[in-house]
Every structure is written in structure tokens, then in C-alpha cells.
């Protein structure tokens, strides 16, 4: 197969969408270009002393690895340098950046919300760990930035994707016309189309969750993890348990192998732990367009009507079948 590079398979999908103008596209761009410069920096985290933790405390309360400050400056400032972003809202930050008042950005129609380095408490062990990336564009032209066009339904994003930073380094995403997966070549420094037209199985036999929670866990929970665990003579059901503790790592392997991830409301989370606008949302936009569903046990992920920057939701995510056999304990509960 020839090699497509991101940037021509972007050029390419432009022609979906007749009235786009290439700012997509070139926010786009701008991502892949962020993505490989925070490659270079993980896959050499062992050697550059940029490992260990910089004391800082991140929003989430959250010690800051190294590498958390160093991916969050380089995707902020590709979204700054490209023209195409007026506003970043990034789990690094409180409050959101507004690059509406940089004279490049001024005319700007997207909004991103962003986890730079999503799993980083892994880097130390050499876990893969991702960026998460969610677009929405504008609601208006003539006025600073609303907060209503910041916390947006899920359902109008216009594109979603995250980076994988692992055995190899993939990016994958949607504009809404289905799923594509980006592998890079190192040697050429290019993004080239691996997974062309991603879908997930509607049935797997992975199940991912902390089991370690599980006395935290909300009884439909624990009556679907003791479902899986059951032989049932008729189907023979055969579950594994595969969980890596990087969200990113563990929807991806579910993407790929089929699988569905769990993080519940707990005792210690009683939203849940993952965060709607960064990681939730974009998940959801990704595996919804492979075929898959995503929902918090009662309610589309997607249809959620944010109140606040970094709200937490509970999550239930992946092969369609497996995920509305989680809602059944939730309903019958
Ligand atoms: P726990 C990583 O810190 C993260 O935000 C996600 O990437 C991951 O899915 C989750 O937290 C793991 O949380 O409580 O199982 O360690």
C-alpha cells in the first residue's frame, strides 16, 4: 500500500466537508506537528533527566511530572503559532488559555480542550501514556470567548483523537466521518495511515477496571465483574481481565482487540474519576464513530451538558454489546 501521510489524508477528507476553508486541517496539522515533538521527549524520557516530578500541583491536585508541563508548552504553543485555536482548555490548567488576543488567533473558529499527557504517573515504568484531544468550533464571532462555547455538549464536537506514546507512536481521530489510525515512521518523521476506517468489534472478551476498587465499586458494577468471571456452560464465556492504568493505552488495545473500559463513580470518586471535556468526551466521540458506545451506565457520555471545565463522569466505554450489558445491571438495578 502507498504510504498516506496524515497531512495528505487530511487534504484529502477536506473534501468532505464542501464548505471547509482548511482551518480544520490545519489545526490538524498543527497537532501532528505538537505530537511528534512530545514523541521525541518520551521516548527518551529515561535518558534526559526531565523524568521525576516538578513539585508543581497541577488543578487536579495532581504532582507534575516533567513531562506533563513539557507536553501541555509544546501543544499550546503549536495551537498558538498556528492560527487556527482562540481558546485551549487543558487539564494542566485551571482556567482555560485564551489565545483570542494573539493578532494570529484573532479570526480563529476552534476551540480545543486538551489532556497533554494523559496517564503520566506511568512514565517512570515505561507504560505507554497519551494525549487526548477534543474540537469544537466557535458559537460566536463578534465577542470574547463565552463560557458556553467552552462547555459544549459532547455531541458537537467536530473532531476528537489522541496519541499514543507506546511501542510505536499512533495518532487517531475523527471528524465525524469514521476513525482513521496514524502510525509514525521516525525515519521520515511522518504520521502514515495504518488503520484505515477503524471499528470495534460489538463483542470482545476484555474487561478493563481497578479491580482493586472493587469493594468501592456501585453494585451494578460488581454484579457485571462477577458476570465476567462466571462460566456460563452456554456461552462458555471467556473474559479476560486487561488493565494497563493509562486510559489511553486501555481503550486503544479495546479499540483494536474489542473490550470494554470501566471507571465508576467510587466511594473516593463519586463522579467518577476521568474527566468529561478532555478525556471522556473526545473517547466517546472516537469509539461511538468505530461503532462502539460510551456511557456513564444510564446516560450517552456524549449527551452530557457540561457545567464545569473539569467535571469528572463515570465512564463505561467500548464494544457496543459489552457496554449495554453493563447498562442491564444498571437498569435492573
Ligand atoms: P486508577 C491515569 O492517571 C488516569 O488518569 C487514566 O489514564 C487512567 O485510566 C486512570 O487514571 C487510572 O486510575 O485509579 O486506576 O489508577
Same mark, same amino acid.
Given at each position: 500500500?502507498?504510504?498516506?501521510?496524515?497531512?495528505?489524508?487530511?487534504?484529502?477528507?477536506?473534501?468532505?466537508?464542501?464548505?471547509?476553508?482548511?482551518?480544520?486541517? %490545519?489545526?490538524?496539522?498543527?497537532?501532528?506537528?505538537?505530537?511528534?515533538?512530545?514523541?521525541?521527549?518520551?521516548?527518551?524520557?529515561?535518558?534526559?533527566?526531565?523524568?521525576?516530578?516538578?513539585?508543581?500541583?497541577?488543578?487536579?491536585?495532581?504532582?507534575?511530572?516533567?513531562? +506533563?508541563?513539557?507536553?501541555?508548552?509544546?501543544?499550546?504553543?503549536?495551537? !498558538?503559532? @498556528?492560527?487556527?485555536?482562540?481558546?485551549?482548555?487543558?487539564?494542566?490548567?485551571?482556567?482555560?488559555? +485564551?489565545?483570542?488576543?494573539?493578532?494570529?488567533? %484573532?479570526?480563529?473558529?476552534?476551540?480545543?480542550?486538551?489532556?497533554?499527557?494523559?496517564?503520566?504517573?506511568?512514565? +517512570? #515504568?515505561?507504560?505507554?501514556?497519551?494525549?487526548?484531544?477534543?474540537?469544537?468550533?466557535?458559537?460566536?464571532?463578534?465577542?470574547?470567548?463565552?463560557?458556553?462555547?467552552?462547555?459544549?455538549?459532547? %455531541?458537537?464536537? $467536530?473532531?476528537?483523537?489522541?496519541?499514543?506514546?507506546?511501542?510505536?507512536? *499512533?495518532?487517531?481521530?475523527?471528524?465525524?466521518?469514521?476513525?482513521?489510525?496514524?502510525?509514525?515512521?521516525?525515519?521520515? @518523521?511522518?504520521?502514515?495511515?495504518?488503520?484505515? +476506517?477503524? !471499528?470495534?468489534?460489538?463483542? @470482545? #472478551?476484555?474487561? /478493563?477496571?481497578?479491580?482493586?476498587?472493587?469493594?468501592?465499586?456501585?453494585?451494578?458494577?460488581?454484579?457485571?465483574?462477577?458476570?465476567?468471571?462466571?462460566?456460563?456452560?452456554?456461552?462458555? %464465556?471467556?473474559?479476560? #481481565?486487561?488493565?494497563?492504568?493509562? *486510559?489511553?493505552?486501555?481503550?486503544?488495545?479495546?479499540?483494536? !482487540?474489542?473490550?470494554?473500559?470501566?471507571?465508576?463513580?467510587? #466511594?473516593?470518586?463519586?463522579?467518577?474519576?476521568?474527566?468529561?471535556?478532555?478525556?471522556?468526551?473526545?473517547?466517546?466521540?472516537?469509539?461511538?464513530?468505530?461503532?462502539?458506545?460510551?456511557?456513564?451506565?444510564?446516560?450517552?457520555?456524549?449527551?452530557?451538558?457540561?457545567?464545569?471545565?473539569?467535571?469528572?463522569?463515570?465512564?463505561?466505554? @467500548?464494544? /457496543?454489546?459489552?457496554?449495554?450489558? $453493563?447498562?442491564?445491571?444498571?437498569?435492573?438495578?
Amino acid at each position: 500500500m502507498a504510504i498516506k501521510t496524515l497531512g495528505q489524508f487530511i487534504i484529502e477528507k477536506q473534501a468532505d466537508f464542501p464548505y471547509a476553508k482548511g482551518e480544520l486541517s %490545519r489545526l490538524l496539522r498543527d497537532i501532528g506537528i505538537a505530537a511528534k515533538l512530545v514523541n521525541r521527549v518520551v521516548n527518551k524520557a529515561g535518558l534526559a533527566d526531565i523524568l521525576g516530578q516538578q513539585g508543581d500541583i497541577n488543578v487536579q491536585g495532581e504532582v507534575q511530572q516533567k513531562l +506533563d508541563v513539557y507536553a501541555d508548552t509544546q501543544f499550546i504553543n503549536a495551537l !498558538k503559532m @498556528g492560527g487556527e485555536c482562540c481558546y485551549v482548555a487543558s487539564e494542566e490548567h485551571e482556567e482555560g488559555v +485564551d489565545l483570542s488576543t494573539n493578532v494570529t488567533s %484573532r479570526e480563529a473558529k476552534y476551540i480545543v480542550c486538551i489532556d497533554p499527557l494523559d496517564g503520566s504517573s506511568n512514565i +517512570d #515504568s515505561n507504560v505507554s501514556v497519551g494525549t487526548i484531544f477534543s474540537i469544537y468550533r466557535r458559537l460566536y464571532a463578534d465577542r470574547p470567548i463565552q463560557k458556553e462555547e467552552i462547555l459544549q455538549v459532547g %455531541r458537537k464536537q $467536530v473532531a476528537a483523537g489522541y496519541i499514543i506514546y507506546g511501542s510505536s507512536t *499512533m495518532l487517531v481521530y475523527t471528524t465525524g466521518c469514521g476513525v482513521n489510525g496514524f502510525t509514525l515512521d521516525p525515519s521520515i @518523521g511522518e504520521f502514515c495511515l495504518s488503520h484505515p +476506517d477503524m !471499528k470495534i468489534a460489538a463483542q @470482545g #472478551s476484555i474487561y /478493563s477496571i481497578n479491580e482493586g476498587y472493587y469493594s468501592k465499586f456501585p453494585q451494578p458494577v460488581k454484579q457485571y465483574i462477577k458476570y465476567c468471571q462466571e462460566i456460563d456452560s452456554a456461552t462458555n %464465556r471467556p473474559y479476560t #481481565s486487561r488493565y494497563i492504568g493509562s *486510559m489511553v493505552a486501555d481503550i486503544h488495545r479495546n479499540l483494536i !482487540k474489542g473490550g470494554v473500559f470501566i471507571y465508576p463513580q467510587t #466511594s473516593n470518586h463519586p463522579e467518577g474519576k476521568l474527566r468529561l471535556m478532555y478525556e471522556c468526551n473526545p473517547m466517546a466521540f472516537i469509539v461511538e464513530q468505530a461503532g462502539g458506545k460510551a456511557t456513564t451506565g444510564k446516560i450517552a457520555i456524549l449527551d452530557i451538558q457540561p457545567q464545569l471545565l473539569h467535571q469528572r463522569v463515570p465512564i463505561v466505554i @467500548g464494544s /457496543s454489546d459489552m457496554v449495554e450489558q $453493563v447498562e442491564s445491571f444498571y437498569a435492573n438495578h
